[in-house]
């Protein structure tokens, strides 16, 4: 908000200076105004062409030529192209000086000048923006014939204008003094376009501060301005295209209808005309004509065009005052000085046409009052830019203070919603994790049931036998009924039986002992440094015999010097289970068996792969290799702990990972990340 702010203070300061310039510019017409030159309107004579047949010659014949009235003007090129001749005697007023005779037509389009000494032509020079600027006898951005001169002759002028508003004064400069009024010419267009150019790219450059429809508009108004300028005071056609004369038609129509259409949508965004239905549809309206009319101006000659475009653009800029005056009075403040700006645009439209009509004076400043009043009207407006951004500052800045406290009721209630939230699923994850543990429990429960209900059911039905045997012994021997035979049956029954008791007894003791195994804590013993390769020697070592009964080749590799500080009983518990799953589960219809172990170091734990060739793992094995109780051979005596300890081996015990890949008859993968220091890794956990 404070650079906004100061953003607007700055451009307030620069439209103050700009300001400045551009009163200074009304300086310049006055002081042109009095610059020493002969007013040649009384003596000039003028003779209508309107079939365009005559030329010097036959003018020179011609009997009806008359004076201009007034300011000197005839404007009739909506009729359509036509010719005026004028005529001067300049013999009394030129002597042996340099002499200049400048025109005031700037939309001149074929221009010929003819001077005669004696009756004789002499010489011939052009001007006008029909003719490329070599053709002209002084290259000047204004049209300037260069008068000859000879003692004692009679010196006369015909000036040819064709398809053209002639407007007058002639006037007669020596030449010295028209450089003086030429210098000040130029300073004051000079001015006037940097003035344009400088607001311009001001606002350009406050575009990225404040954003904006109408900010890009009034910068597009700027340079619509700008653009007039340079077509109306001859500076584009002079430096722009001089060679290509048939432009400055185009560039007329083009420049005069733009501007009007940009100012409509400058208006439209600045005073927010959208919000007044009727405004809206009326400069839409109005839009949609003058958009037309620069359409046609591919198509149609430019004499047809010329009046209804002026005309269109001042209703245009009339509509625009007026709109922002019916704002005004409603009060919007914005649109006060907007309107005043208008003001000043169309009291200099005025004047224009008062001077067209003769019923003003000509004057310079009268001239280029519509170029001034341009210039004062863009100021203005930048004022009330500045004025319109604090505006927007300050519906933002407020906004964003509502919007501020909205969202931070937004954030208190989400809190809120959010912590009771967090707590139904910490009681959902508490009852999760509960029933989980009732669920696991309830299955190892049942599974150390299952798996040891079969032996005692078949030791306690052995030892029933054997006992009911033996009371069947006892009674023959109390009876003195036993026979040889009797014993001997006994003898061979009891052996059997015990036989079985003794099987199905030791079953349930290495279920035990295997149950045991799933608690790791009895096993954290005490921590030391283990050399993973010894230690992996030592678990294979244990399973020597095994691995020679059933040809199975074992191979480490990698980085074997590796030192580890952990657990050495659980470590090698953890890989005599994985080559003891091997051995009894992998290789079944298996020829060549492999067992490759492969050693790597990293910064913070080692990582072991353990694979074999065997069989893998079915779809069914996959989703249950860690759980319980799970085998696929319970038939073989197997019931199914082996994969889940080493699973609580790997991750309870050492404090490390495992995962596994298989595909089925493409062996199983193990790969297991153990911490380097135990100690560090229970330090992190907690």
């Known amino acids: 908000m404070i650079k906004s702010r100061g953003m607007c203070n700055s451009l307030a300061y620069f439209y103050r200076y700009i300001f400045l310039i551009v009163i200074s510019l009304a300086v310049f017409p006055v002081n042109a105004s009095v610059?020493?030159?002969?007013?040649?309107?009384?003596?000039?004579?003028?003779?209508?062409?309107?079939?365009?047949?005559?030329?010097?010659?036959?003018?020179?014949?011609?009997?009806?030529?008359?004076?201009?009235?007034?300011?000197?003007?005839?404007?009739?090129?909506?009729?359509?192209p036509q010719t005026v001749w004028l005529y001067l005697d300049l013999s009394q007023l030129v002597d042996d000086s340099n002499y200049i005779i400048s025109t005031g037509w700037d939309d001149a389009d074929f221009i010929t000048a003819y001077f005669l000494l004696d009756g004789k032509i002499v010489d011939k020079q052009y001007g006008g923006d029909g003719f490329p600027i070599s053709h002209r006898a002084i290259k000047h951005v204004d049209t300037l014939f260069a008068a000859p001169f000879r003692k004692g002759a009679k010196l006369e002028m015909y000036i040819s204008i064709k398809d053209a508003v002639v407007f007058l004064p002639l006037k007669l400069w020596k030449a010295d003094d028209f450089n003086d009024y030429g210098d000040i010419k130029i300073s004051f267009i000079s001015l006037?376009?940097?003035?344009?150019?400088a607001i311009a790219l001001y606002n350009i450059c406050v575009l990225a501060y404040f954003p904006s429809r109408v900010g890009l508009f009034y910068c597009f108004y700027v340079i619509a301005f700008l653009a007039i300028v340079t077509h109306s005071s001859g500076y584009?056609?002079?430096?722009?295209?001089?060679?290509?004369?048939?432009?400055?038609?185009?560039?007329?129509?083009?420049?005069?209808?733009?501007?009007?259409?940009?100012?409509?949508?400058?208006?439209?965004?600045?005073?927010?005309?959208?919000?007044?239905?009727?405004?809206?549809?009326?400069?839409?309206?109005?839009?949609v004509i003058m958009i037309v009319l620069l359409l046609s101006a591919i198509q149609l000659p430019h004499y047809m065009l010329q009046r209804p475009v002026l005309m269109?653009?001042?209703?245009?800029?009339?509509?625009?005052?007026?709109?922002?005056?019916?704002?005004?009075?409603?009060?919007?403040?914005?649109?006060?000085?907007f309107t005043v700006g208008w003001c000043f645009y169309l009291v200099s439209s005025v004047l224009i046409f008062l001077l067209l009509f003769d019923l003003i004076v000509f004057n310079n400043l009268i001239v280029y009052s519509n170029l001034i009043g341009g210039a004062v009207q863009m100021i203005l407006h930048s004022i009330s830019l500045v004025d319109k951004y604090k505006q927007h500052s300050s519906k933002y800045r407020q906004a964003m203070l509502q919007y501020s406290s909205d969202l931070e009721e937004e954030v208190s209630t989400r809190t809120r919603d959010l912590k009771q939230t967090i707590g139904e699923l910490h009681n959902t994850r508490d009852k999760l994790v509960q029933a989980e543990k009732m669920a696991s429990l309830g299955r190892l429960v049942t599974?150390?049931?299952?798996?040891?209900?079969?032996?005692?059911?078949?030791?306690m039905t052995s030892t029933s036998l054997l006992k009911e045997d033996l009371q069947k012994l006892s009674t023959a021997f109390k009876d003195n009924t036993l026979q040889k035979s009797d014993l001997e049956n006994y003898m061979a029954t009891s052996n059997e039986?015990?036989?079985?008791?003794?099987?199905?007894?030791?079953?349930?003791?290495?279920?035990?002992?295997?149950?045991?195994e799933v608690s790791v804590d009895e096993f954290k013993t005490h921590i030391n440094d283990i050399v993973i390769l010894e230690s992996l020697e030592n678990a294979i070592s244990s399973y020597k015999k095994a691995l020679e009964n059933n040809v199975i080749n074992v191979s480490i590799e990698g980085d074997t010097d590796i030192t580890i500080r952990s657990f050495p009983k659980l470590f090698t518990r953890l890989f005599g289970r994985l080559i003891e799953n091997s051995i009894d589960h992998a290789?079944?219809?298996?020829?060549?068996?492999?067992?490759?172990?492969?050693?790597?170091?990293?910064?913070?734990?080692?990582?072991?792969?353990?694979?074999?060739?065997g069989n893998g793992l079915s779809e069914e094995e996959d989703r249950n290799i860690f759980e319980p109780f799970f085998t696929s051979q319970r038939f073989s005596g197997h019931v199914g702990l082996g994969a889940f300890i080493i699973f609580n081996t790997a991750t309870h015990g050492l404090g490390g990972d495992i995962q596994y890949q298989s595909k089925k008859g493409k062996g199983l993968t193990y790969t297991i990340h153990i911490p380097l220091d135990v100690d560090d890794n229970e330090q992190l956990s907690q």
């Open 447 to 459: 599974g150390v049931a299952h798996e040891v209900n079969t032996p005692l059911g078949i030791g």
């Open 236 to 287: 584009g056609f002079y430096y722009l295209w001089p060679n290509d004369p048939g432009y400055n038609n185009l560039a007329r129509h083009l420049t005069f209808g733009l501007f009007p259409v940009v100012a409509l949508l400058f208006s439209y965004t600045f005073l927010e005309v959208q919000n007044h239905k009727f405004i809206k549809y009326w400069f839409l309206g109005l839009m």
């Open 35 to 80: 610059t020493p030159s002969i007013n040649l309107n009384p003596l000039t004579k003028y003779l209508l062409d309107k079939d365009n047949k005559l030329d010097i010659y036959d003018v020179k014949r011609d009997q009806d030529w008359k004076f201009f009235k007034g300011n000197g003007l005839y404007n009739k090129t909506y009729e359509g």
């Open 587 to 613: 290789f079944d219809n298996t020829h060549e068996k492999e067992i490759n172990i492969s050693i790597t170091r990293s910064e913070h734990d080692v990582e072991i792969i353990y694979s074999d060739n």
């Open 192 to 197: 006037l376009v940097g003035a344009a150019i």
């Open 497 to 516: 039986t015990l036989n079985m008791a003794h099987d199905n007894l030791s079953r349930v003791s290495k279920l035990v002992a295997d149950f045991k």
């Open 312 to 337: 269109a653009a001042q209703l245009i800029f009339l509509n625009i005052m007026l709109a922002a005056l019916y704002l005004a009075i409603k009060g919007e403040k914005t649109a006060i000085l």
